[in-house]
């Protein structure tokens, strides 16, 4: 994938898939170690032993719509090629955590991308009836953080879908000014 | 950052917006964007940017969802459109340059584009 936000956006169609209601985003930024981490964990049905040890088959899926499943095998050899790996845990009836990591400055390692249209992205893929799924997105970089949590923005919306063009575009311009916060004075 | 500040710009809107609600009706068009890893690798997202951009600047009213892969990888993306009691049409190929064009013929003039157009489903 091009960029990472888009594995990301992946991990998230798998929790909601899996019937998460809330999905734990965290990113750390360690500049000093030159590592950056990507974790998802959701409170999804989770796997069976059976189904994680074979988590990086291609030809292994759940779904019936086609034969393969490439998401993790894709997202592991970004990984690897940053001198990283992958790492999932999961537990039937609890949940799964993908956790992703990377060489910060690896010549390989894919921008974050648009991080503002993959959260869109999720929002969209939520249930517009029945139990929404939430996240919690904890961005961190040198001290500093970022947090968006769809809880805490539905509950002062009260009735008003997060989907309102008005609310989009507020969330839109709360990201991209939480983004610029974080990103000032990159120490590159 | 102002996070404080923030949030009660957005209780602001909510009391704007739940007006504007009382007087709006229900859409009665539906865009679904397929976002499988498929369409992820095939720019779904920045399709699905494009449709929500262009029904802003048009001020047009449709519901936008995404879906997983319904198994037609190699012709993603791939976006449907279902408006009231027509048939649904799925387009593929539909990267984000595609969209504006897309929105103008469907939902402006009202005219299904047949070259890219894969299929048709009517509902029961």
Same mark, same amino acid.
């Not at chain 1, 910060?104 to 991308?113: E, F, N, Q, T």
């Given at each position: 994938m091009l960029e990472l936000s888009l594995h990301v956006l992946d991990l998230f169609q798998n929790a909601l898939e899996a019937g998460a209601t809330r999905i734990q985003l965290e990113i750390v930024e360690d500049v000093a170690q030159n590592r950056l981490s990507i974790s998802v964990e959701d409170n999804g049905r989770g796997m069976s032993r059976e189904a994680l040890a074979r988590i990086d088959d291609p030809f292994f899926t759940t779904r019936k719509t086609r034969r393969v499943g490439l998401g993790i095998p894709l997202l592991k050899a970004a990984a690897r090629r940053c001198n990283g790996d992958v790492r999932v845990t999961s537990k039937l009836g609890v949940g799964t955590r993908v956790e992703a990591d990377f060489e !910060? @400055?690896?010549? @390989? !390692?894919?921008?974050?991308?648009d991080m503002t249209g993959t959260l869109l992205g999720f929002i969209l893929t939520s249930p517009a009836d029945g139990e929404a799924c939430d996240i919690h997105y904890t961005h961190r970089l040198d001290g500093r953080t970022f947090t968006f949590d769809t809880r805490e923005i539905r509950e002062v919306l009260g009735g008003v879908s997060l989907m309102h063009p008005r609310v989009r575009r507020w969330m839109e311009d709360f990201m991209e000014r939480g983004f610029r916060d974080l990103y000032r004075n990159p120490s590159f | 950052m102002p996070r404080l500040e923030s949030l009660e710009d957005l209780r602001a809107l909510r009391a704007e917006v739940q007006e504007e609600l009382t007087v709006r009706g229900e859409t009665e068009t539906v865009i679904t964007v397929g976002m499988g890893t498929c369409g992820i690798a095939a720019g779904a997202r920045e399709t699905m940017r494009a449709i929500l951009k262009e029904l802003e600047d048009r001020d047009i009213d449709a519901h936008v969802k995404t879906v997983g892969c319904i198994g037609m990888c190699a012709d993603e993306p791939l976006v449907d459109i279902k408006q009231g009691d027509e048939p649904r049409i799925t387009y593929g190929n539909l990267t984000a340059e595609k969209v504006p064009d897309l929105i103008e013929e469907h939902l402006i003039k009202g005219n299904v584009v047949e070259g890219w157009v894969l299929g048709r489903l009517r509902e029961a």
């Open positions: !910060r @400055d690896h010549i @390989d !390692r894919a921008p974050l991308g | -």
